[in-house]
């Protein structure tokens, strides 16, 4: 059995409080502080700081925390491996873009729970490279991202094709089209995700494939929320360029009209990305069956 101590140090590091800790692990409050301190004191530095209520890393606590992280991954590969794949998992971190948070993996996910008692699955929002990074640093345990990866630390399951289209109001006069032109939208009012985003990098590098920059469309919002884009499109505010994927319940109820831009090539892979020590392989190919079912 993993030392609880580690146990202890993981939630202390996730609430950074004891009290929410011990509730968390069905401990008194000066249990957790005697762990943290006898950890303190086998590894001969401080952990946590406090501030105020919170208590927050170290850069030495960092690193433990880091460390086990990885000790619980292998303790749950142990498991798993004695257990001939028969061990299922019971708590799981994702970190989804915020495209795929808005494509249906996330009703996916909710199901799976929902049928398989004892589950729980976290569900945190950020960009590629954010959710890449806490892969690496064990702060998550699967990502669900849109684009590829290039990561010798990590594997990649491709789980579906996506691609960007403008979408507009059905009562737009583009909106009869079957496909627009570069030309088509250069004077109409553009409500874009931000630059940094993996939708706003795809537009622009197809762009600048095309020798041409952002300078040539009208862009007036530059927006990270996706929802957001939306409602002001359906009011009519402007088009807007997003995947697809995150559009498809508009589109069926004919909320949304999307087309594709012709001289644009947009396509990308949505990626569940791992850790390649990654215990629970049958979580993935669970999720994939529930997704093309």
Do not use: W
Not at 36 to 45: S, T, Y
Not at 260 to 276: T, Y
Request: glycine share 6%; with cysteine; charged share 25%.
């Amino acid at each position: 059995m993993l030392d609880t101590k580690l146990y202890t140090l993981l939630k202390v590091a996730e609430y950074r409080n004891f009290t929410q800790a011990a509730k968390s692990l069905n401990l008194t409050q000066p249990a957790v502080s005697q762990h943290i301190h006898a950890l303190e004191a086998d590894l001969g530095v401080k952990l946590f700081i406090r501030s105020g209520t919170r208590l927050n890393l170290t850069k030495e606590g960092e690193k433990a925390v880091t460390a086990a992280r990885m000790i619980k991954n292998l303790y749950n590969n142990l498991k798993y491996d004695i257990s001939e794949g028969a061990a299922k998992v019971k708590e799981l971190s994702i970190g989804i873009t915020h495209t795929v948070e808005s494509n249906r993996i996330s009703e996916i996910l909710a199901k799976y729970a929902t049928e398989n008692n004892g589950m729980m699955i976290r569900l945190e929002t950020g960009t590629q490279g954010g959710i890449i990074q806490k892969l690496k640093s064990y702060d998550l345990d699967l990502g669900i991202i849109d684009g590829a990866v290039n990561d010798a630390d990590l594997e990649t399951t491709r789980l579906d094709e996506d691609s960007l289209v403008l979408v507009m109001d059905p009562s737009h006069a583009l909106a009869e089209k079957s496909s627009v032109s570069l030309d088509d939208i250069r004077s109409e009012k553009l409500i874009l995700r931000l630059p940094e985003s993996g939708t706003g990098n795809l537009f622009i590098s197809s762009v600048q494939s095309m020798g041409m920059d952002m300078s040539f469309f009208n862009v007036i919002l530059e927006i990270d929320n996706i929802a957001t884009i939306k409602d002001l499109v359906r009011h009519g505010y402007g088009v807007s360029v997003l995947a697809k994927s995150a559009c498809m319940d508009e589109i069926a109820k004919k909320k949304l009209i999307a087309l594709p831009i012709r001289q644009l090539k947009m396509n990308r892979e949505i990626n569940i990305v791992c850790a390649r020590d990654f215990s629970y392989r049958n979580f993935i190919s669970d999720i994939i069956q529930m997704y093309n079912s």
